[in-house]
């Protein structure tokens, strides 16, 4: 089985040239910046996610637009959930509102999972289908998943929700299905292969740019510059999980 | 003297026998049911939710276990604390253990998200959970109390049965604490993240256990014609009493250090004041009946002519009563209580954050639940009706009291 | 100890019961000694293995290959599900598991093996529009399609 993974595919002619005719006009819609954070942090798709770096992301509340929900439908769209937010239906990222209750001020926030360094969902999984990966993104293996969701029991952040009814027609890069826990994943289909989640990507396309995501592990990457030049916040801070998302403005 | 007990088939009711089984049968063959139609569905014909997402199976998975690791005190107190009116129901103790423990986990299993997996919970163990350390735990009873109720029985075995019965009862203790963790180890909600949640479900388990017992057994005297002697229902209630006294003790003393920690008050406000169904519960159903009621019946002052009320049966019966509103309180309160994320914050969102989570049970969980009492009661039906389970001693006393008449 | 042995009857049968009925949902159970099914030939010329290997070792490749993806993050695509799906789903259904004479399902259906991995993963390619196949993912970006194209042939979920 050792040569299974070092033979890279080569993608039949037609879309190859496809490819190459397409690559070229998309050098040209790209933003400049995108295209080259994308090439920065490349890796051949033989290597494992690596752990040396650290996926995070940032949200800066005061840029987040109150009622704004751009990042929740970047997110069903690209997941492929149904958009229903009735009590049994999954939501991997949500809008809340906080209120100040001294003085009154409200403002909105996206709350997903926090991607821990300890994550308490990794902890109690029985089977250890609830995993952090080398590179720090926390998910779900729904290949031993056995819906006890214990892990959502053990969730500080809510973040996690139970397949209650049969899916189909799921996302071929996002499988999900009836029985198992799922939460946000970073988007990491579009992370292995150097795109940001599609919250982020989606914030910034309507102009908010409330959300940064990148590797905690590197001073020069546009997050820790962020984080170094400004004063940040995890949520239950007490637990002292490290989270992955950090909150700028609350 | 043994014509006395249902042993022979011929002489046994045995019409009442298969009556029973088939009421048991019933509500196994719903459980079924229900097991097979939400497998087709999925949890969405469930009450639970991504907010309760432990619901009424639980309560009566984590019932059944708790008490069947209970249940198993009274066969310790004979082999580990050697007194022999608790040695004659050895035998009834770890097979009622074993009946309770196989009905909670049946249901535990049958509410998975993918049943089909168990083999996977089996095959794959994560040892930093402490739900992976019950499996081992609950496995682990099976064969011990299986080998210490073999030990009890057999006399060519009967020299293993004290080392046997230790090694039960440390396991039971193990398991127990094992059990209460569960909750105990969930850091982030305020309602379960107590180093007393494992001690006081031990003292719990030995209130519910014993009640289950002292339930089953005045059923099984009844069933043969037999009263258990006056001098055996005196010790077990009084113990029962002991135990209930000790869980409400503990029952204050965890509410009482949840009140010292500022961020759980309003946890406490909404258990012990404003939480609706889950107060009732508290106050009315764990408190008032499983507790205070019981307690007055236990010791209730009577004549020397009523000393035959003794309330053996209705008393543990409320003890039970009790006890499912305390896991009903503490496994759905605890979850209904929402997160909080932010303090000094008011939240929503269309997550339900910032406000208590609605659970209403729907009839397919009640069926599952129901479905691991079914089973517990077939295996002691059936394991009564085989086999000597009928407590040995006080024969020899209602004999001896008999030919002193 | 019949006691216990029937305990034990009673466990053993609610699991009989249940591997029963699990197995009884798999959709189109093969009838003994029916015809063995026809398949669909794939796309390519050629499968990433040999055809008897595959019909042999699909199902260790596929295992071993979830798990390097799905943990490690590994994400070469020679074996991969979503490449199966891409090759093999039916002209007619599109699927390789909506009809039972679409690719995976005949054989499974025959074999009378249940298939678990269609109550996650899709049983159809990637829809997506022509013009943009093989487009670089970040520039198919619009907002309404969200879904970028992974290189063409599938990296794998």
Redesign the interface.
């Known amino acids: ?1 050792s040569d ?2 070092n ?3 080569i ?2 002619s037609s ?2 040239r ?2 190459l ?3 070229a ?3 040209t ?2 933003a400049p910046g ?2 080259l954070y ?1 090439i920065a942090n490349s890796r051949p ?5 690596s752990s040396k770096l650290r996926w995070g992301m940032l949200i800066d509340t005061t840029k987040c637009g109150n009622g704004c929900n751009t990042c929740v439908t ?1 997110c069903n ?2 997941n492929g959930l149904n958009g229903k ?1 009735g ?5 991997w990222i ?9 003085n009154g001020f409200e403002h909105d926030l996206p ?1 997903m999972c926090q991607h821990c360094e300890n994550p ?1 969902c ?8 609830s ?1 952090k ?3 720090g993104i926390v ?1 779900v ?10 892990c ?7 973040a ?8 189909t ?13 799922e939460s946000c994943t970073f988007c ?3 992370v ?2 150097d ?1 940001t989640p ?1 919250c982020v ?2 914030c910034n ?1 309507n102009g908010q740019n409330a959300m940064i995501f990148g590797d905690l592990n590197n001073p020069e990457s546009e997050i820790s510059k962020a984080l170094s030049g400004q004063a940040s916040v995890e ?2 801070a007490d ?1 002292r999980l490290n989270t992955g998302v950090r909150y700028q403005g ?1 | 003297m043994t014509e006395h007990v249902c042993l022979d088939k011929q002489d046994c009711k045995i019409k009442a026998f298969w009556a029973l089984m088939a009421l048991g049968g019933v509500f196994v063959l719903a459980a079924m049911v229900a097991f097979f139609h939400l497998e087709h569905t999925g949890h969405i014909e469930t009450g639970m939710t991504n907010q309760i997402v432990w619901g009424l199976p639980h309560v009566f998975a984590v019932f059944l276990i708790v008490a069947a690791s209970g249940v198993l005190n009274v066969a310790s107190i004979g082999s580990v604390f050697g007194k022999s009116l608790y040695k004659a129901r050895a035998p009834l103790s770890g097979m009622l253990a074993l009946a309770m423990l196989a009905g909670g986990l049946a249901v535990l299993v049958l509410d998975l998200g993918r049943p089909d997996r168990l083999i996977i919970a089996m095959t794959h163990y994560n040892f930093k959970s402490i739900f992976a350390w019950n499996m081992i735990f609950y496995n682990g009873f099976f064969a011990i109390v299986g080998l210490y109720l073999l030990t009890l029985m057999d006399k060519k075995l009967k020299n293993y049965s004290k080392p046997m019965g230790f090694l039960a009862f440390f396991w039971r203790l193990a398991l127990t604490t094992a059990t209460g963790s569960i909750f105990g180890f969930l850091i982030a909600r305020a309602g379960y993240h107590s180093a007393l949640m494992a001690p006081m479900f031990i003292i719990m388990s030995f209130g519910y256990g014993l009640a289950v017992f002292m339930v089953v057994q005045s059923a099984m005297y009844r069933w043969n014609d037999l009263t258990v002697d006056p001098n055996i229902r005196r010790r077990m209630k009084n113990l029962l009493a002991v135990f209930v006294g000790a869980s409400l003790y503990f029952t204050i003393v965890l509410h009482l250090t949840n009140m010292y920690v500022a961020k759980q008050w309003d946890f406490e406000r909404f258990i012990l004041l404003e939480g609706g169904i889950y107060t009732k519960l508290f106050w009315i159903g764990q408190i008032l009946l499983g507790g205070i009621v019981p307690l007055i019946l236990l010791f209730i002052p009577r004549s020397q002519a009523s000393q035959k009320v003794c309330f053996c049966f209705m008393a543990p019966l409320l003890v039970i009563l009790g006890g499912f509103a305390q896991m009903y309180v503490t496994i759905i309160g605890g979850q209904a209580f929402p997160l909080e994320l932010f303090p000094g914050f008011a939240e929503t969102s269309s997550f339900y954050d910032g406000v208590a989570h609605a659970y209403s049970p729907s009839i397919w969980e009640a069926m599952l639940g129901m479905g691991g009492i079914a089973i517990a009661f077939m295996a002691t039906i059936i394991a009564v009706h085989a086999l000597k389970f009928m407590p040995q001693d006080d024969l020899h006393i209602l004999q001896g009291r008999r030919s002193s008449d | 100890m019949n006691g216990m042995a029937s305990l034990g009857k009673w466990l053993k049968l609610a699991l009989l019961a249940g591997a029963a009925a699990l197995t009884a949902v798999a959709p189109h159970q093969a009838t003994a000694g029916s015809a063995k099914p026809m398949l669909e030939r794939g796309k390519g010329e050629q499968c990433v293995e040999d055809t008897q290997f595959m019909r042999r070792n699909h199902m260790d490749l596929l295992k071993h290959h979830r798990n390097e993806t799905m943990r490690q993050g590994i994400r070469t695509t020679k074996h991969s599900l979503k490449g199966c799906v891409d090759c093999h789903a039916s002209t007619k259904t599109g699927s390789v598991a909506a009809s039972k004479d679409d690719f995976c399902a005949a054989c499974h259906s025959y074999a009378a093996v249940k298939l678990d991995c269609w109550d996650c993963h899709a049983t159809k390619p990637k829809k997506r529009p022509a013009t943009l196949a093989g487009m670089p993912p970040a520039a198919s970006e619009t907002g309404t399609s969200p879904m970028a194209p992974a290189l063409a042939g599938g990296k794998t979920q």
Do not use: W
Not at chain 1, 87 to 91: E, F, G, H, I
Not at chain 1, 152 to 158: E, V
Not at chain 1, 172 to 180: D, F, L
């Open positions: 089985m299974l993974h033979q890279t595919e993608p039949d879309e190859r496809d490819f005719k397409l690559g006009l998309a050098a819609v790209l995108v295209m994308g798709p033989e290597q494992g996610a970047a769209t690209e937010t009590p049994q239906d999954s939501q949500r809008k809340v509102n906080i209120k100040n209750l001294s709350m308490p990794v902890d109690v999984c029985p089977t250890g289908a995993m990966r080398a590179d998910l293996d729904r290949h031993i998943c056995i819906g006890c969701r214990y959502m029991m053990a969730c500080p952040y809510k996690r929700s139970f397949v209650h009814e049969p899916i027609d799921q996302n071929p890069e996002v499988p999900r299905g009836k029985g198992c826990v990491v289909q579009r292995d292969r795109e599609a990507e989606a396309a949520v239950r637990l609350i």
